[in-house]
């Protein structure tokens, strides 16, 4: 059941004059185009493959597709901007084709992807970087009047995935947020969804924090992205693999959405629309 508590206010974000309404939440569906993904890694990095891991995540309720080229698992490749539109090829447009209806979002913290991608047709920028990794993010999201989903991450590519918040980590979200948004504002972009970053840089317990707390995060000012999907701090500590937690990940799934979520990223999409059409009763 929804609490009302968590809906008061209101979320749209703006796709090229199209007002997408976030009243009722949203599933993301993961494309992984990359060959070392934790879970799925070189099932979809080809164009015949991955349209047709899109056709069926659309089917099974996905509204926005999230397309990526580059792993972000801990000691994965470093790819550059040039490497990663190579990988992404005609994916873009070859599904917006398709399914012009659909969301296109691009997991990316190159701002030259981004540009490509701006071409190719997506919706939404991606960044896990939080603008960190690529200066002139920002500035390129903001220029080509792009939603901006910013995720909370560690400064530096090297140290994404270490654990060195020390502070009560609500706080250090709410600041980085607070920080970030101002930054992304003077750049003139106007869409941004908050992404707390479970699993990037978190101990177990703080990314569960993040989870009882969310309707404290960017106080209510800002639509919530939540990606916990196949995350280790799920799986790792019930001894699981990324692919036996669907159970414990959709309960978790069904907490965001009470506590305000209005996008869910992930890889089981048809296992998820069960969770929204329960909560949407």
Do not use: W
Not at 145 to 157: A, F, K, R, S
């Amino acid at each position: 059941m929804q609490n009302p508590l968590t809906n008061i206010g209101y979320h749209s974000i703006n796709c090229h004059g199209k007002l997408v309404d976030l009243t009722f939440p949203k599933i993301m569906g993961i494309l992984n185009l990359t060959p070392d993904s934790f879970s799925d890694g070189g099932k979809f990095n080809n164009e015949k493959a991955a349209l047709l891991h899109a056709e069926e995540m659309i089917r099974d309720g996905a509204a926005i597709i999230d397309i990526g080229a580059q792993s972000t698992r801990p000691n994965s490749e470093f790819l550059t901007a040039q490497q990663e539109i190579e990988r992404i090829g005609k994916v873009i447009s070859l599904i917006k084709k398709e399914f012009p209806e659909t969301l296109i979002s691009l997991d990316t913290f190159h701002a030259d992807v981004v540009k490509f991608g701006n071409d190719e047709g997506i919706d939404i920028v991606n960044d896990i970087s939080g603008g960190y990794y690529d200066p002139k993010m920002f500035e390129t999201v903001g220029e080509n009047g792009l939603p901006y989903i910013l995720m909370h991450v560690n400064p530096t590519y090297e140290s994404m995935h270490e654990k060195i918040i020390e502070e009560d980590i609500l706080i250090n979200v709410n600041r980085y947020f607070s920080e970030k948004v101002l930054e992304l504002q003077a750049f003139g972009v106007k869409d941004i969804i908050l992404d707390p970053g479970c699993g990037f840089g978190k101990t177990v317990e703080q990314n569960h924090q993040l989870l009882d707390e969310l309707e404290f995060i960017g106080f209510g000012k800002f639509p919530l992205l939540v990606g916990i999907s196949r995350k280790s701090f799920i799986y790792k500590p019930l001894g699981k693999s990324p692919l036996e937690i669907n159970e414990e990940t959709q309960k978790l799934h069904l907490k965001s959405l009470q506590k305000g979520a209005k996008i869910l990223r992930v890889h089981d999409v048809k296992e998820t629309v069960k969770v929204l059409n329960e909560f949407n009763v």
